[in-house]
């Protein structure tokens, strides 16, 4: 089911979903760690990726960075064309609200707030007026299929429906890529399916989802697999001419 | 490589509304943990406002109760000077008194030299220190007095074995009531009570004395027919001359040794004096409030620390570090300002029934409700800088680390 990979971007006009080039990520320490070591990738728009790793393979410091919730040490991310490096915190924190849509492994609810209240916390930081946050969301949910759950609470729904709430949330700014930290990760076979089915049907419809993930199975289930390993991008089944540095 | 967008605006914005409401969903969503951490600050606020608005009504009450008892009395006496014990004003003194074209009524009160007791069978030494004293008949007129029960003397009664008897008086001898016949024992005899007197803010002496007329005294007990004490009404804007030249009016030959003294006055300086335990509670109320702001800055901490997954998660969906520590500070605010409400709310409410309950006008002073609503945002925004920078601070990729 895979949506035919768009041109390969010569690194002129078109502009990809995300962009990284040449990431370094170190963190201080003698001597410095390199969790990330010269990382370039390219994830069009309409794609729908997973990123593979063992624990402490640089997956993690991948996702923080991808998702702009960390600086790199040196090199480019551009999301939906935007090079964040130049900007201030108060632009990648408006990126992140615009662009970004995450879900995580721990759902991340807000308890004693509706499925619509949380899910409308997706519209909160690029000040959308409460009506508009409102109606989009019931669309969003009703997207995910949980259009009977409105009005409920999370713990009133179970972790299927929590994730699929979850994502809605990640979904309702429509952003440029949806980044899923191991989102099945606290779920039972039986909702992991549903949620990954969930997931396909987005991307069927045209949303650009990165799922970071441990399981092989899972990741073989998706169209696109980057292996990480020791920081840097060790496969990427799209082959070499998908991505700018090349697996090393 | 990358293609640089037009500069649409990206910038992360939260609605001013928007600021409210994100602080607003803490507390609702732990509503417990909200009302016992407002609780603290409700409990200094309410002691506060309490405080004051009980002080000031009953200071009100007092006013009010000098205001009706008139502040224009003045009570001359003799025997500040040498040998004061014994000593007593001329003769007519009353009568040189009343000449002053300042004073527009004067009575007088004699000492008697007898004891009073509720019959015969009491021994001698048990006078519960009650005072026997004669007065005129315009004693009650000159002092603003009222009767509890019966009437005062007049022309006639007071040539007789009549007595009125003071408030405290009337409790110790037993007398509670005039509707039958009532006795009390003075010297050797009975004498009929035939009225019983309210207090006398003015002259508190008169609470504990049995009064009976001048000329009864003279007549039954040989009384010293030179006056002990005079009380007289002044005109109102006349009342420090007045008072100058009383001495020499009343005792021409020892003005020395009469001393003029204004009641009111006394009263009035109580009425001003803050009460010692008015300045405890007060102080009392000041520490359960700061102690109140601490614990909302606990809760707040605690808060931070519990949340860490909420402030990751808003930094991932586009807050800034500054719409983080918003956040809380409104948290802290809101979580005072209930306390502030409930606060003051409590301290209205028990200053309405225990000035009620004691028939005190009401008042609560403005600066009190205000004072302390105010004094609540301030230790709740002071008490949740520190918890909110921490907040601000924690790095995003931490704060999602579970």
């Known amino acids: 089911m895979r949506q035919p990979s768009p041109a390969p971007s010569a690194g002129l006009s078109t502009s990809a979903a995300l962009e990284l080039h040449s990431v370094v990520k170190e963190y201080p320490g003698e001597p410095p760690v390199r969790a990330l070591d010269d990382v370039s990738l390219r994830i069009d728009h309409g794609e729908l990726v997973a990123v593979i790793g063992p624990s402490g393979s640089g997956k993690s410091t991948l996702l923080n960075v991808m998702g702009t919730l960390d600086r790199p040490t040196s090199g480019v991310v551009a999301v939906d064309g935007i090079d964040t490096a130049t900007r201030s915190e108060k632009e990648v924190a408006g990126v992140r609200a615009r662009k970004i849509g995450f879900v995580f492994q721990q759902f991340f609810l807000l308890p004693g707030m509706s499925a619509v209240e949380n899910v409308s916390n997706g519209l909160l930081y690029q000040a959308v007026p409460p009506k508009e946050r409102r109606r989009r969301s019931i669309e969003a949910l009703k997207r995910v299929g949980l259009g009977h759950r409105l009005d409920h609470p999370p713990n009133h729904l179970s972790g299927g429906e929590r994730q699929r709430v979850a994502v809605a949330r990640a979904l309702v700014h429509r952003p440029a890529f949806v980044l899923a930290d191991e989102p099945t990760g606290n779920l039972d076979s039986k909702s992991t399916d549903a949620v990954m089915n969930l997931i396909s049907d987005l991307h069927r419809e045209g949303t650009t989802i990165v799922v970071i993930t441990h399981d092989a199975a899972i990741a073989a289930s998706l169209p696109r697999q980057l292996a990480v390993h020791d920081g840097t991008i060790v496969a990427d089944s799209a082959g070499d001419g998908r991505q700018e540095g090349g697996p090393r | ?402």
């Open chain 2, 1 to 402: 490589m990358t293609a640089t967008r037009a500069a649409a605006p990206i910038t992360s914005r939260l609605r001013t509304a928007d600021i409210f409401r994100v602080g607003a969903s803490g507390p609702r969503a732990r509503k417990t943990r909200t009302a016992l951490s407002a609780l603290g600050v409700s409990i200094g606020i309410a002691a506060l406002v309490g405080v004051l608005g009980l002080s000031e009504s009953s200071k009100s009450a007092l006013l009010d109760e000098i205001a009706s008892l008139g502040t224009n009395l003045l009570t001359i006496e003799a025997g500040a000077g040498f040998g004061g014990g014994d000593s007593a004003l001329p003769e007519d003194a009353l009568a040189t008194v009343e000449r002053v074209p300042t004073v527009t009524d004067a009575s007088a009160v004699w000492a008697v030299d007898a004891n009073v007791y509720r019959n015969e069978f009491i021994p001698e030494g048990e006078t519960g220190s009650i005072q026997v004293v004669a007065s005129d008949e315009g004693l009650l007129d000159t002092l603003n007095g009222e009767l509890a029960d019966g009437v005062f003397l007049d022309m006639g009664t007071s040539s007789y074995p009549n007595a009125v008897v003071g408030s405290v008086a009337a409790e110790r001898l037993g007398i509670d009531g005039l509707d039958r016949p009532t006795y009390v024992f003075i010297g050797d005899d009975y004498v009929e009570v035939i009225g019983v007197l309210e207090e006398f803010p003015l002259a508190a002496d008169l609470d504990r004395a049995v009064i009976i007329g001048k000329e009864a005294a003279v007549k039954f007990y040989d009384a010293d027919e030179r006056p002990a004490v005079l009380y007289s009404r002044v005109v109102d804007g006349s009342i420090d001359e007045t008072r100058d030249i009383l001495p020499a009016t009343a005792d021409p030959e020892n003005p020395e040794e009469v001393s003029v003294s204004r009641p009111s006055d006394a009263l009035e300086a109580q009425a001003a004096a803050d009460d010692a335990l008015t300045t405890l509670f007060l102080g009392l109320g000041a520490v359960a409030l700061l102690v109140g702001g601490i614990g909302i800055a606990n809760v707040m901490v605690i808060a931070v620390i519990e949340r860490r997954g909420e402030i990751g998660l808003r930094r991932a969906l586009g807050a800034t570090r500054a719409h983080i520590r918003r956040q809380f500070l409104t948290e802290a605010v809101i979580l005072s300002v209930l306390g502030g409400i409930g606060g003051v709310a409590i301290g209205v409410t028990a200053t309405y029934v225990y000035a009620t309950s004691q028939d005190w006008r009401v008042i609560v002073p403005q600066e009190a409700a205000i004072g302390g609503f105010i004094g609540a945002i301030a230790i709740g925004a002071i008490a949740g800088l520190y918890p909110a920078s921490r907040a601000a601070r924690l790095a995003p990729t931490e704060a999602l680390r579970t």
